[in-house]
């Protein structure tokens, strides 16, 4: 295949469209809810109020804004895909941006900015808590302003839009890399999204790995939960092709959300079985590095422990099952091995690390 057929194959797999819609007519698609910008992508690409207020003083002033992708999802809605913070400063500044419980916002008045000094205190219409409001005029002016809006049609290759999004929120974004998983995964099937945030808000799995509260902010208690349950039947060849972590969790994602009601309750049960089994067998300590010298525990949450154990344990369910006895007798043995030790090595890739950890817990972990 040479490149022209390459580019020629890879543009059938997204289709798009473009054309500019005016703020009037994106604030009613909005409400009426042909346009959704996700609540829960509000709490993961977070601007400042100073942000937020430079972005309504550039529409006053007739700068124009970044085109905003949204992606068509089966219903014909459109996903915001790259533009949340945007469309959300302006409906919020609309006064009719809505939380997650659908319940209305405080309306944005705007602070400090750069040009227009009477935009500080300034709302869209008269509000309790402003100085000013925009008058009738600059209000029509505001609704009739224009943004590109691309489109990416619902026929597009959900691997295509998870792509695109990738490449159009990893530049400058503070977003972590399981954030902008979720944002896809909401995108992509709502309810594997929240089947996702309900695993990974299962008590015991909480209490075993034990995350500072730094790392839950960053959603990084549902990458380990997508690891567990993309890694915890995958077979040698699969395994041995893992490569970079972060790339196959997302190839993966877009394989996800084609799972059934009935696949997604066996890997829920594995999940919690295996969760419950490590609490009971010592919490947080089995996912802790074990130093057989000192007999104790030692350092924070780690990975290769959680490869080794957590995934040890849980590829033998449903079916042949240890006793949290036996799982805490199994793990002081695990740290004493030379082999695992090795697979330990500060400088070791993910990928390398696991072709060890994940096939010798499997082993050291069976009936």
């Not at 999204?193 to 990084?220: G, H, M, T």
């Not at 057989?292 to 990975?303: A, Q, V």
Request: charged share 30%.
């Amino acid at each position: 295949m040479d490149l022209e057929e390459e580019i020629e194959m890879y543009r059938r797999k997204i289709a798009t469209d473009t054309y500019p819609m005016s703020i009037g007519e994106l604030s009613n698609l909005y409400r009426d809810g042909e346009i959704d910008i996700h609540p829960e992508f509000q709490r993961i690409f977070r601007w400042e109020s100073s942000q937020r207020s430079r972005l309504i003083e550039s529409v006053i002033l007739g700068i124009p804004l970044p085109s905003v992708f949204v992606a068509q999802n089966e219903k014909g809605v459109w996903d915001v895909v790259d533009g949340v913070q945007r469309m959300s400063t302006i409906f919020q500044f609309m006064g009719i941006l809505k939380d997650e419980n659908n319940e209305p916002h405080d309306p944005l008045i705007c602070s400090d900015t750069p040009f227009l000094t009477q935009l500080e205190g300034c709302s869209f219409e008269p509000h309790q808590n402003s100085i000013r409001s925009l008058s009738a005029t600059q209000r029509l002016d505001f609704k009739r302003a224009r943004i590109d809006m691309k489109i990416i049609k619902r026929e597009s290759d959900n691997r295509a839009k998870y792509d695109l999004f990738q490449r159009l929120n990893s530049f400058g974004s503070m977003a972590t890399p399981q954030e902008l998983r979720n944002c896809l995964l909401v995108s992509l099937s709502k309810k594997h999204y929240e089947w996702l945030a309900k695993i990974s808000s299962d008590e015991s799995f909480l209490k075993v790995i034990d995350l500072p509260r730094r790392l839950i902010k960053e959603q990084y208690h549902m990458e380990l939960a997508l690891r567990f349950i993309f890694l915890r039947k995958i077979d040698s060849a699969g395994l041995a092709s893992v490569g970079n972590i972060g790339d196959f969790l997302a190839y993966e994602l877009v394989q996800f959300v084609e799972w059934g009601d009935a696949r997604l309750e066996g890997e829920r049960e594995a999940f919690v079985k295996t969760f419950d089994i490590l609490r009971q067998a010592g919490g947080p300590d089995m996912l802790r590095r074990f130093n057989p010298e000192r007999n104790r525990t030692e350092g924070p949450f780690s990975l290769t422990a959680f490869e080794a154990i957590a995934l040890g344990v849980g590829f033998h369910l449903p079916g042949a099952e240890l006793s949290p006895e036996a799982v805490h007798d199994r793990r002081a043995s695990l740290w004493s091995n030379d082999r695992f030790t090795a697979g330990h090595a500060s400088g070791m890739s993910s990928d390398q690390r696991m072709k060890r950890t994940i096939p010798f817990g499997r082993s050291l972990l069976s009936v």
